[in-house]
């Protein structure tokens, strides 16, 4: 793949780092915060970072089963997150060749739809099984998940950067 002008040349990434992220996120959306329309979706978040930057590691059958894992923790509709998470990876890794091309501040851009598609999908289950409207307060958690997107980027890239000039014998 050509890289843009000025793109550092990042070290593979680790898969244990890979998952232990991914759990993380998992952990923090289980905190007992409790649930506000407005908060944001740190494993959506994380996982659509994982689906463009690694979309062979972690793809949709990954964002399946965090699903289904959210689904059991929040007592929801079984299957609700699990069918949010698995169009928001689809749509990412169908975006991410695109979407590398751009800066992070761009990209944060570039991602607000597939939030913005995740929490409607959400919504939409949760109606059609009778559940209450959340309210115009829902709008905003998409708009803070991609505020969060530069935050997560430089975080979860951080291993991956090697430095300037490891060696002077060696170019890259």
Known sequence: MIMR?????LLPANPV?????LLLALLVNMLPLGRTP??????ALVLVFWSVHQPLRVGIGAAFIFGLCMDVHQTALLGQHA????A??????????????????????QVV???FAAHAIELAIRMLAGGVFPGLGALAA??????????????LLVPQRRAPDPDENRPI
């Open 88 to 109: 928001l990876s689809f749509f990412a890794i169908t975006i991410h060749r695109r979407l590398l091309w751009f800066s992070v501040p761009s990209q944060a851009v």
């Open 83 to 86: 069918l949010a998470y698995t």
């Open 113 to 115: 739809p597939l939030f």
């Open 5 to 9: 002008q000025g793109q550092q040349l």
């Open 38 to 43: 407005w908060m944001p979706d740190i494993l």
């Open 17 to 21: 780092f890979i998952w232990g992220s």
């Open 142 to 155: 998409p708009a803070i998940e991609a505020l969060l997107w530069p935050l997560v980027s430089v975080l």
